[in-house]
């Protein structure tokens, strides 16, 4: 009787032990269901702004060119049909991402403002039109943005834990098991995105103008297993939980901050100061230094004084190292460059960072960092002079 009885109240305790873990898991589930639609209730799913990290930064680009481009002409934008050049977009592949992206380059160029302005390209709805006796003007771009996503690489990386731990107790009909093990995997894939810029003019690639940038998307799962058994029969549960970065969305930032880099680059203005913790770009840089180097003394002076007077400095612009202007460099250098001790404002190294740390309204700090990058090798002349 007793051999009998002891393996009933293994099998009983058994099925209470199940029955209570079954029981904790269903009411964690549902627990968690039940906030999760209570999160989307408070939210009732309403649309919100499609903003990528890089959005606001286009929108702080807009205004640095309000400041370093002040009384120069518009630049008009167009673009050709920017496609996904991996054929990872097919259908018969998944279509894993999209295979055309150029609304996503249009919606980014328009967020600058008012001095990048985007030129639509519809010739057959122009036709169209036209055919019903509509009029209208032409606006020639002076920039073609070409370009295409060139890379999307599955699992460059990745990593894995798994942890198991069992228990084993009891022989024959008695003999019970236990046993659980979690699992975590993180796999990492990549999406590049390519864009070059092209003079309308000459339709020629304007020389080192272009923005090749990359983001690393993240695949996370986890897996935990519980299980007990006897009688050679078992009982368990498991849960799983998968975390997946949305590739449009990462398309979207690669396309903000791309842009954002072309026409920083094509209109020679320290763009990196619109992204927070932003490195200087030495073609920038170089740009600029070629292009301040080649001007007369005259002409450096005239674009010395314009400078000043974006610091807020009541200059006028005489072309003459003046009272007025001696006195603004010396407060200007004092409060804002002091470590850098006595500068010849009439060479690069001097006006440098006079040009590159004109104030801007979304800083906070007192003194705009030196970008200190002017040494960058292999640069192409200036296509544009920011400033004059």
């Given at each position: 009787m007793m051999t009998k009885r002891t393996p009933l109240r293994w099998g009983a305790l058994a099925l209470a032990v199940a029955a209570l873990a079954g029981c904790a898991t269903t009411e964690n589930a549902l627990k968690d269901a039940n906030t999760l639609m209570q999160e989307r209730e408070a939210d009732k799913l309403l649309p919100v702004t499609n903003l990528s990290p890089y959005a606001l930064a286009l929108g702080r680009f807009g205004r640095m060119l309000d400041i370093y481009k002040e009384g120069d002409p518009v630049i008009y934008m167009q673009t050709r049909s920017i496609l996904d050049a991996t054929n990872l977009s097919s259908p018969l592949v998944g279509a894993e991402i999209p295979g055309d992206i150029t609304e996503m380059v249009r919606t980014a160029v328009n967020r600058i403002g008012a001095r990048v302005v985007y030129v639509p390209y519809h010739p057959d709805y122009l036709v169209s039109q036209a055919q019903l006796g509509a009029k209208f003007g032409v606006t020639m771009p002076d920039f073609l943005i070409t370009g295409a996503l060139t890379e999307f690489d599955r699992a460059i990386a990745g990593a894995g834990r798994v942890n198991s731990a069992g228990i084993e107790f009891g022989g024959g009909n008695g003999k019970v098991t236990m046993g659980g093990d979690t699992k975590r995997t993180a796999i990492y894939s990549a999406l590049a995105?390519?864009?070059?810029?092209?003079?309308?003019?000459?339709?020629?690639?304007?020389?080192?103008?272009?923005?090749?940038?990359?983001?690393?998307?993240?695949?996370?799962?986890?897996?935990?297993?519980?299980?007990?058994?006897?009688?050679?029969?078992?009982?368990?549960?498991?849960?799983?939980?998968?975390?997946?970065?949305?590739?449009?969305?990462?398309?979207?930032?690669?396309?903000?901050?791309?842009?954002?880099?072309?026409?920083?680059?094509?209109?020679?203005?320290?763009?990196?100061?619109?992204?927070?913790?932003?490195?200087?770009?030495?073609?920038?840089?170089?740009?600029?230094?070629?292009?301040?180097?080649?001007?007369?003394?005259?002409?450096?002076?005239?674009?010395?004084?314009?400078?000043?007077?974006?610091?807020?400095?009541?200059?006028?612009?005489?072309q003459q190292l003046d009272d007025p202007t001696r006195q603004a460099l010396e407060r200007v250098y004092t409060q804002r460059f002091a470590s850098l001790g006595t500068v010849d404002v009439m060479t690069w190294q001097g006006f440098e960072p006079l040009f590159f740390g004109v104030p801007m309204a979304w800083e906070t700090a007192q003194a705009p960092a030196v970008s200190g990058g002017s040494t960058a090798p292999n640069a192409a002349p200036a296509h544009k002079k920011a400033g004059t």
């Open positions: 995105l390519d864009l070059n810029l092209v003079s309308f003019s000459t339709q020629q690639m304007v020389p080192q103008v272009q923005a090749s940038n990359v983001v690393k998307v993240l695949n996370f799962s986890s897996e935990d297993n519980a299980s007990l058994g006897f009688y050679g029969d078992a009982f368990g549960f498991k849960l799983e939980g998968k975390y997946l970065q949305g590739r449009h969305s990462a398309i979207r930032t690669l396309v903000d901050l791309s842009v954002l880099e072309l026409v920083g680059k094509a209109t020679n203005t320290p763009y990196w100061r619109c992204i927070p913790n932003g490195t200087p770009d030495p073609v920038v840089v170089e740009n600029m230094r070629a292009a301040y180097t080649s001007l007369s003394p005259e002409l450096k002076l005239g674009l010395i004084q314009v400078t000043l007077r974006k610091y807020g400095e009541p200059v006028q612009v005489t």
